[in-house]
């Protein structure tokens, strides 16, 4: 696989580049952002320096996974447990949320990326919810990859919104049938998209954190040390050869 520019000539990123075949790539990415904290750790700065430095990586890997034309892209950026964490470390994280939004809306505009964000944003501060619609409204009619951002995000939130939302909809039309799997797809946050073919977490945890519990029944799950400030291109580059090494039977032989 070649893309123009990609990659600089003579990297390590070059061979892992053209060993992927473009026929093959997932159409969806899911990704469990993890690391942050022990990445400030270890250089003995606060925490939220893990979590600023974490939107660089944000950045290039949103902007790559476009490039290699992926259709889609979850990132994994807040759940509904991470509201135990300490209140100013919650405010900082709601700050440089939209501190980013602020910054690379235009840019991921004019990349022709649809943002949405996904969860129960609905209980989110009144000011983050007005950054999230001005870029949900603005990238509305793009129609290259999708960027889905998870907030204030749980598995068992999202599949408990899905069941309600069909009682709620049957309820109103009358309609006492059975509820089948294509019902429940067609109730989640992300209705309409494919499920994703691939999951990475860094940090090396190997647990899923309840992300995309429905969704993620046959990704491939690849799990990396690397902490996410540190991951880049090679690692994105290094996750999708591992993916294609994988012999995908969904049950079958």
Request: overall charge neutral; proline content about 3%.
């Amino acid at each position: 696989m070649r893309l123009d520019g990609f990659v600089e000539p003579g990297s390590e990123e070059v061979a892992l580049l053209e060993s992927l075949d473009a026929g093959r790539l997932p159409r969806h990415i899911a990704v469990i952002m993890d690391g942050n904290g022990r990445w400030a750790g270890q250089r003995m700065l606060p925490r939220v320096m893990g979590h600023r430095a974490g939107i660089d990586s944000v950045r290039e890997i949103v902007e790559d996974t476009r490039r290699l034309g992926i259709g889609a892209l979850t990132l994994y950026a807040f759940s509904t447990e991470n509201w135990k964490r300490p209140k100013a470390e919650v405010r900082t994280l709601m700050r440089l949320l939209k501190e980013f939004i602020r910054k690379e809306m235009r840019r991921v505009h004019e990349n022709n990326i649809r943002f949405q964000a996904i969860g129960r944003v609905r209980e989110l501060d009144e000011s983050v919810q007005g950054e999230l619609r001005r870029f949900e409204e603005l990238t509305a009619g793009n129609t290259g990859m999708v960027l889905n951002v998870a907030l204030n995000y749980s598995g068992r939130a999202e599949l408990t919104d899905a069941c309600n939302r069909l009682i709620a909809e049957r309820a109103r039309a009358g309609d006492a049938s059975e509820v089948d799997e294509d019902a429940i797809a067609g109730a989640l946050y992300t209705a309409g998209l494919p499920d994703p073919d691939l999951l990475i977490r860094t940090s090396g945890e190997v647990r899923i954190s309840n992300f995309l519990l429905w969704q993620i029944a046959y990704a491939e799950i690849y799990i990396t040390p690397t902490f996410w400030p540190d991951f880049r291109r090679r690692h994105l580059l290094e996750a999708l050869v591992e993916y294609q090494r994988r012999d995908r039977r969904y049950g079958g032989i």
